[in-house]
């Protein structure tokens, strides 16, 4: 399991006193309300970083670090990641899953035979999409709902599947 999270890319400075643009890569940007501090991963080093301010602009997030107090100290830090550790993350209900747990896992039908492994998860209005590589060589895109997700086993790493007609097709 994943360690850490990322949460958002920062995509450029935002004035000249320190303060960063930030994509969010999370579900709920109104979370950034709620961090104290985020890692910045540059790539080449992991720095911990104490959030002064948090704002919102359009789809992004304006962030002000503490400690860092002009444009100069933050230019260098574009296209760089923020990630939480997996303690910090956002508490789950039941039957949620982080993505980054699911990737990669073993795909079951419903007899339990192995027939794939999920690639990827688009986020659409509705509910998620699990992109799946069968086996044979074809793509699956199945909606991650309960009539299709029957059991997710993270432990095990598999995720048991019911496939609805025409989805194949």
């Known amino acids: 399991m994943e360690a850490y999270f990322q949460i958002g890319i920062i995509t450029s400075t935002h004035g000249l006193k320190g303060e960063v643009k930030v994509y969010p890569t999370t579900d709920d940007p109104a979370r950034y309300k709620r961090l104290k501090e985020v890692i910045l991963d540059t790539g080449r080093e992991r720095l911990t970083l104490g959030i002064q301010q948090v704002k919102f602009f359009k789809q992004q997030v304006i962030l002000k670090f503490k400690g860092?107090?002009?444009?100069?100290?933050?230019?260098?830090?574009r296209k760089a990641s923020l990630l939480v550790a997996r303690k910090d993350a956002v508490p789950l209900k039941r039957d949620e899953y982080y993505v980054a747990d699911l990737m990669g896992l073993a795909v079951q039908n419903e007899e339990g035979e192995d027939i794939g492994r999920l690639r990827e998860v688009y986020e659409t209005g509705a509910n998620d999409v699990?992109?799946?590589?069968?086996?044979?060589?074809?793509?699956?895109?199945?909606?991650?709902?309960?009539?299709?997700?029957?059991?997710?086993?993270?432990?095990?790493?598999?995720?048991?599947?019911?496939?609805?007609e025409g989805l194949l097709e």
């Open 68 to 77: 860092i107090d002009d444009i100069s100290e933050v230019e260098k830090y």
């Open 130 to 164: 699990y992109v799946i590589d069968l086996h044979d060589g074809r793509e699956l895109l199945l909606p991650a709902i309960k009539q299709c997700v029957l059991a997710v086993d993270l432990e095990d790493g598999y995720i048991r599947i019911h496939i609805l």
